[in-house]
């Protein structure tokens, strides 16, 4: 029997998109996947397949992320003396428990992989805050990330090139292409089960400043006008979502009279979700910040055209000759945008299609499988020993 290094991943909580890259880790390395809250996003409904992993909830009954840092380090070192693994992958490192996670290891001596999907871009840097990070991200032995741009930030923050590999955010393909696919095979009786129209838009948001909602109503508004001036009936949006915006949202559609033309069919489970790729024409994404974007992975692996912002940390490697980019902030170019997918022939959109079918295949969870084994056989091997200033500010909020 071949040896599999026993590795314990830690996420807030094991929802069906970590469950998905987690079975795909499972045939690679002993996996036991660690959340901190079982009831934290309950919403997004379960996973539709048998777990090939060792699930520990370490905290069954809390819904709220209102424990103390004494709560979680037993917690999580209670967790740790029980699994035994040989090494431990972290999400982030100022995510909810991370930094506690961290110092158990480090205190157990337990190399560690950082899982990230931070850029330099996502926000304002400042000099002292980047000088703690560079010492946070040196108790790690490797790191597992999306992309380039995330790559780039950690080899910034003094991460080894050679120590970083990709694979991070995928989500599962088979799954969204699978149900798709049936969807479409029935269309017309389920567009009319779920209201929906012929021709329309997608968006996938929670309804909150960064999302850059606002933006996409207007330059939907735009776009309309451009297109009835052309002749072209204008498509519809759907907007999936929910969030503390949704009554300035409803306000602004009554502002423009876009009612009937903007859908707000509310926060949509996982089991759900394929119906609205499946039958929309194009994806928009309008964040004015996104560190990754797991909803375009959604809709490139449903065959879709996306239009996206290019501050969204996917863009280099999920928009590449199946739709367009965008600047969030100038609100001329997405009307533009939304013109140009929808003045495309239906041969020409199905080629865009068939382009997100095939970068989709680069990004399924067997890709995250081979990253985490790559950087928990990198930290086995060359394990980093924690400076005294490393151990101090992983106790410390950044």
């Excluded at 997004?44 to 397949?49: C, F, I, L, M, Y």
């Excluded at 029980?82 to 090494?87: F, I, L």
């Excluded at 703690?132 to 790690?140: A, D, E, L, P, T």
Aim: aromatic share 10%.
């Amino acid at each position: 029997m071949v040896y599999k290094p026993a590795i314990a991943v830690v996420f807030h909580y094991i929802g069906p998109y970590h469950h998905a890259r987690l079975n795909a880790a499972a045939s690679r390395l002993s996996v036991t996947g660690f959340e901190w809250l079982a009831k934290a996003h309950d919403a997004w409904g379960k996973a539709g397949s048998d777990a090939r992993y060792h699930k520990v909830s370490l905290f069954p009954e809390a819904a709220h992320n209102n424990l103390g840092s004494s709560q979680l380090r037993r917690a999580f070192w209670s967790a740790l003396e029980q699994a035994n693994p040989d090494v431990v992958a972290v999400n982030g490192w100022n995510d909810f428990g991370s930094l506690v996670a961290a110092d158990c290891c480090v205190r157990r001596g337990i190399p560690m992989v950082v899982m990230s999907e931070s850029a330099r871009q996502d926000e304002p840097r400042t000099w002292w805050k980047e000088m703690i990070k560079r010492r946070v991200v040196g108790v790690y032995s490797a790191a597992l990330v999306g992309g380039q741009r995330h790559v780039e930030y950690l080899v910034e923050l003094g991460m080894p090139r050679d120590s970083i590999f990709t694979g991070y955010d995928v989500v599962d393909n088979a799954y969204f292409r699978r149900r798709a696919e049936e969807v479409r095979s029935q269309k017309s009786d389920v567009r009319k089960q779920y209201g929906l129209s012929e021709n329309y838009f997608l968006a996938s948001a929670r309804f909150i400043e960064k999302k850059n909602l606002p933006t996409l109503i207007r330059a939907y508004a735009a776009y309309r006008q451009k297109s009835e001036a052309s002749g072209n009936p204008p498509w519809d949006v759907v907007l999936l979502g929910d969030g503390p915006l949704r009554e300035a949202l409803n306000s602004q559609l009554s502002t423009l009279n876009l009612h009937a033309h903007v859908h707000l069919p509310g926060f949509k489970p996982y089991d759900e979700l394929p119906v609205y790729y499946a039958l929309a024409k194009a994806f928009v994404h309008a964040s004015t910040t996104e560190q990754w974007g797991l909803v375009v992975n959604e809709a490139v692996a449903s065959g879709l055209p996306v239009i996206v912002s290019e501050r969204c940390g996917c863009v280099p490697e999920l928009v590449r000759g199946n739709g367009f980019t965008f600047d969030p902030i100038d609100e001329r170019e997405l009307p533009s945008r939304l013109l140009q997918i929808a003045s495309l022939s239906d041969d020409e959109r199905r080629s865009l299609g068939d382009a997100s079918y095939r970068i989709a295949e680069n990004f399924a969870p067997e890709h995250f499988g081979e990253g985490l084994e790559q950087a928990a056989k990198l930290a086995l091997t060359h394990p980093r020993k924690a400076s005294l200033l490393g151990r101090t500010l992983i106790k410390l909020p950044l």
